[in-house]
């Protein structure tokens, strides 16, 4: 069984995300539009579970799918859309995760969604710790359980959502990866 552990934020994510960035293009050359730094790890000070969290903008899914064995041969599970339409999720690691892939069609809502919240963590430290607390809280009560962690996040995280995508309206994310 996984275990659900929050750690002190580490200064080497930054750099372990950009060794796979350059995996990433280097496997999917052009169909690869922006590959972004997202969730916890991409915000400098957060606590976080030790796993990579990518944004993956592609040119469209069919061609993604088409690029299957190229995820695989660079370490990649396909979890198919897993429970988010419109998505390919991959993770790489088996029981000891490091990368999560969130992959989206350009142009695609859940892009905008995924950054701003990001952006909004990075700008607002406040709550950027008040996140923190509420993942270590839930991580200590929900006996591995990573439903009822995510479960236990989900009415937090969409409200910051809501802010963040307010913050945000009208700016554009998809020129910059990050």
Known sequence: ???????????????????????LRQALGD?????????STAVAGLAAKPIIDILLEVTGLASLDEDQSAMEEIGYECMGEFGIPGRRYFRKGGENRSHHIHAFARGDSNIARHLAFRDYLRKHADVAAEYAQLKMRLARECDNDIGRYCQGKDLYVKRVERLAMQDTAGQTHCSQEQ
């Open 1 to 23: 069984m996984r275990t659900i552990d929050i750690v002190a934020y580490d200064p080497a994510w930054p750099a372990m995300f950009q060794a796979e960035r350059r995996h």
């Open 31 to 39: 169909s690869a539009c922006h590959i972004h730094h997202i969730g």
